[in-house]
Nanobody, 127 residues
Framework: QVQLVESGGGLVHAGGSLRLSCAASGRTFSRNLMGWFRQAPGKEREFVAAISPSGGSTKYALSVEGRFTITRDNSKNTVYLQMNSLKPEDTAVYYC????????????????????WGQGTQVTVSS
């Protein structure tokens, strides 16, 4: 497994922007499918976005498509989530996840396909 550390969360007004970062340990980052998930109070953890190991393919939840962008910098072992036009319903703890074994190259929404998780970072959007 890889170690993942998220940062960049905070409080923002509706319509604002935030950029989350996830720093990964290890030497296999460039072979790892990466994803972002979120969990609001009282709700199940849900898929937000995923990116292939090369960065050439991405996938988004319908609720964030067109507002959020996932990117990665393999030279820095870091994946990002740029969040624009934030809405109160985006309020959640955001988690970074990795397929640390490198089995998958196609972005997937399935939570079970990710075996490494960060501790999460809180994003709060006020109305």
């Amino acid at each position: 497994q890889v170690q993942l550390v998220e940062s960049g969360g905070g409080l923002v007004h509706a319509g604002g922007s935030l950029r989350l970062s996830c720093a990964a340990s290890g030497r296999t980052f460039s072979r790892n499918l990466m994803g972002w998930f979120r969990q609001a109070p009282g709700k199940e953890r849900e898929f937000v976005a995923a990116i292939s190991p090369s960065g050439g393919s991405t996938k988004y939840a319908l609720s964030v498509e067109g507002r959020f962008t996932i990117t990665r910098d393999n030279s820095k072992n870091t994946v990002y989530l740029q969040m624009n036009s934030l809405k109160p319903e985006d309020t959640a703890v955001y988690y970074c996840a990795a397929d640390s074994f490198g089995f998958r190259v196609v972005p997937t929404v399935l939570i079970g396909n990710y075996d490494s998780w960060g501790q999460g970072t809180q994003v709060t959007v006020s109305s």
